[in-house]
């Protein structure tokens, strides 16, 4: 079994950043791609990036592409989303995700085959 906690999120203003965090225990992180998701009151979940077990390879929403950065240190046991140039719209609960080794380009956003799930970090927003 794996647990996966968020942290690092918050209240922000409009153009600000934010660094989430995915902090791993019961399981070598090395092995699972992490993916990211999101979901705003109302609307449907979203997929936001996934990084793949290696880091080798990243993917971003067109929403979120330019802005977000997904890069993870397996050391540590910890995937990191720098969220920069944020928007009102990025308001929403931030998840974490575990799938075995790669992302794959065609499916990691829509949340299928993930294992693990954090709990979720709210993110807000607003002047």
């Known amino acids: 079994q794996m647990q996966l906690v968020e942290s690092g999120g918050g209240l922000v203003q409009p153009g600000g950043s934010l660094r989430l965090s995915c902090s791993a225990s019961g399981l070598t992180l090395d092995y699972w791609a992490i993916g990211w998701f999101r979901q705003a009151p109302g609307k449907v979940r979203e997929g936001v990036s996934c990084?793949?077990?290696?880091?080798?390879?990243?993917n971003y929403a067109d929403s979120v592409k330019g802005r977000f950065t997904a890069s993870r240190d397996n050391a540590k046991k910890t995937v990191y989303l720098q969220l920069d140039n944020l928007k009102p719209d990025d308001t929403a609960v931030y998840y974490c995700?575990?799938?075995?080794?790669?992302?794959?380009?065609?499916?990691?956003?829509?949340?299928?085959?993930?294992?693990?799930w954090g709990q979720g970090i709210q993110v807000t927003v607003s002047s």
């Open positions: 990084i793949s077990a290696s880091g080798g390879s990243t």
């Open positions: 995700a575990a799938r075995p080794q790669v992302c794959g380009s065609s499916i990691w956003y829509k949340g299928l085959e993930y294992n693990y």
